[in-house]
């Protein structure tokens, strides 16, 4: 196969399975503003029924039980999983990618504290295999980094599927990314992912030395706070992950479900991925109290844990970015003096990412590209004092993944 053929099977690939995401995940986004409605979506609504919340929440959650009862190969794959199995596709367990997507697609509709790339990434390499049928492993990454690039970071897919191999960046790399990124614009794909953009909103650049003195102290202070943030996530991931919650008992779903539906009750940025509440929360719309963003932002952490190690399977992406930037704007609110907004959300953005991630090149272009360059200077710090506190820490793509459990086909009861 030529070089020109390759690049144009890439791009093909890419662009195919680009529009198929966008497709499938603009379906999504219909249901869910059908059921919930754009202020709950965008975490406007003050108090939502409880009676609704707890019934579709726990409704939900009842069906990712059943869905997941057969055991482990039935849940969706995080993103370090899917890239690991598409680098050693002949070492990758058996999944039920039916069930999987299936359990993803209702986890995303039923407010799930998780994010849509790895079943975006998930989709994208499906549909390349199908599209491939095995003539070509390295093109299976190709649909990988261009649905990561579905987000509008050409750059991001290739930085979180890169390997210690040489690849060949012009036949396969950029006409992949390239395909995946315009299949998913065409479908306006880009609009749906990323909950609109961050670009109506005007820029606050430092003017004078006590301002460039405020944001590189609050982008200082921000990137502990962020580091402490994603320390938490990973500890009770971890913690969780010991107790394999679904392997002895399966109705977590359900329990997850209901506990969902009780918090968002009151706590309307604890639902969803958050990527519909970004812009809301940084202009102000919902005129929620400092102390009050905190405490939802922590709620939100503990349930993004939960609910990725009990069949709530989805990404960490958005979430993170939510967390941080509630956290940010309620620290900002309390010291309004020190550093701009733009500080305190790029900070903790940056510095959660890499503290989770364990990769600074990704958490740069994350937080860069997520932040629409608002508090770049506060990024670029907040990774800074993040990678000086984690730096002799073992590297990694990402967050622990969960452990392999036994298959769990029967309900026992629960063991605490």
């Given amino acids: 196969m030529t070089q020109l053929r390759l690049s144009v099977l890439a791009l093909l690939t890419g662009a195919i399975s680009g529009a198929g995401v966008a497709l499938f995940m603009a379906l999504i986004g219909l249901i869910t503003r059908q059921l919930w409605g754009d202020p709950v979506v965008e975490g406007l609504e003050r108090q939502i029924p409880l009676v609704w919340s707890i019934t579709i929440c726990g409704g939900i959650g009842l069906v990712l039980s059943q869905l997941h009862r057969a055991g482990d190969h039935t849940l969706l794959p995080e993103l370090p999983e899917t890239i690991a199995d598409l680098r050693e596709p002949d070492h990758a367990p058996p999944r039920d990618n039916r069930r999987a997507i299936l359990g993803a697609a209702l986890a995303q509709i039923g407010g799930g504290s998780i994010g849509p790339e790895a079943l975006m990434t998930r989709l994208a390499a499906l549909i390349s295999q199908r599209i491939l049928r095995g003539r070509d492993h390295e093109l299976k990454f190709v649909a990988a980094a261009g649905s990561l690039g579905l987000f509008g970071f050409p750059l991001l897919g290739g930085a979180v599927v890169q390997t210690r191999q040489r690849r060949d960046l012009i036949a396969r790399w950029i006409p992949g990314a390239l395909g995946g990124l315009a299949g998913f614009a065409a479908f306006h794909g880009i609009n749906e992912a990323s909950g609109g953009s961050l670009q109506r909103m005007a820029y606050s650049w430092p003017s004078n030395l006590g301002e460039d003195l405020g944001t590189l102290s609050s982008g200082a202070l921000a990137g502990v706070v962020g580091w402490g943030l994603g320390w938490l996530l990973l500890r009770w991931r971890t913690l969780l992950e010991r107790r394999q919650l679904l392997a002895h008992w399966c109705w977590w779903p359900a329990l997850t479900g209901l506990l969902l539906g009780i918090t968002m009750h009151w706590l309307p940025l604890v639902p969803f991925a958050g990527e519909e509440q970004l812009r809301p929360l940084l202009e102000g719309a919902g005129g929620t109290s400092a102390f009050l963003l905190i405490i939802s932002a922590l709620v939100k952490l503990v349930l993004v844990g939960l609910c990725l190690e009990t069949g709530w399977r989805g990404g960490i992406f958005f979430p993170l ?44 272009i994350l937080g860069l590209g997520l932040l629409q360059g608002h508090g770049a200077t506060g990024v670029v710090v907040g990774v800074a004092m993040a990678w000086l506190i984690t730096h002799r820490s073992p590297p990694g793509d990402g967050p622990p993944r969960a452990q392999q459990t036994p298959d769990s086909p029967g309900c026992p009861e629960p063991q605490w």
Wanted: hydrophobic fraction near 50%; aromatic fraction near 10%.
């Fill in 321 to 364: 970015f939510l967390i941080a930037c509630a956290v940010g704007v309620g620290l900002h609110d309390l010291w309004p003096g020190l550093g701009s907004l733009g500080s305190w959300c790029g900070g903790i953005t940056g510095a959660i990412y890499l503290t989770v991630l364990r990769s600074p090149l990704v958490a740069l």
